[in-house]
């Protein structure tokens, strides 16, 4: 029996989750299994892999072969850096203590690179909510300065017309006042 290390498809439509299984490689995708190893959520960013290190190792010793996408979530975990290093360490090339440094420090500078990964898009997404702020307020400001402008704007205009009223009623007064003198001046 030949046993795989592959990903077991769960979640809803549009929003896969993942276990990471070790499971018979005549068995269905998502079939019986072995083992569960892991899991992996593809829906986040930076991608969420929580891995049994120590289970994925042992299969691997025992000789299973994983698929891509299962080997490239144990390299990112560091599951094939320690099948690596025990190699090592069984061929007297290493001592246990010195795989054991390895590999803690290659963790940390992963750990390093996720977190920076972290914070790079927190930052991103942050600035991205500042610069979209400041936009708005920009808009916002120039909505209310076209609003006071075209307020200023009808104000002047009811001013204009009622000035225009004023003079149209003065010279309506003058006129008949002027009839008359003709009027007058005739007879």
């Known amino acids: 029996m030949s046993v795989k290390i592959r990903l077991q498809r769960h979640g809803k439509k549009g ?16 079939g019986r299994y072995l ?7 593809p829906n986040t960013n ?21 698929t891509d996408t299962a080997r490239a979530i144990l390299s990112y975990k560091g ?17 246990q203590e010195q795989a054991d440094a390895k590999l803690t420090a290659w963790l940390e500078a992963k750990a390093g690179k996720v977190d920076a990964k972290k914070d790079g ?13 400041k936009a708005e307020k920009e808009v916002n400001a120039k909505r209310i300065a076209d609003a006071a402008a075209a307020q200023a704007e009808a104000v002047a205009a009811e001013q204009a017309a009622e000035a225009t009223e004023e003079v149209a009623e003065v010279e309506a007064e003058e006129a008949p006042a002027a009839e008359e003198n003709n009027e007058t001046t005739e007879a």
């Open 79 to 95: 599951a094939l850096l320690k099948h690596h290093l025990d190699g090592g360490v069984r061929k007297g090339a290493l001592t």
């Open 121 to 133: 898009l927190s930052k991103a997404k942050a600035d991205a909510k500042a610069t979209a702020l």
């Open 46 to 66: 930076p991608a969420t892999v929580e891995l049994n290190l120590d289970s994925a190792v042992k299969w691997l010793h025992n000789g299973a072969q994983p």
């Open 15 to 30: 929003k896969p989750f993942y276990w990471v299984v070790a499971a018979d490689a005549r068995s269905k995708r998502d």
């Open 35 to 41: 083992e569960k190893i892991g899991t992996y959520n």
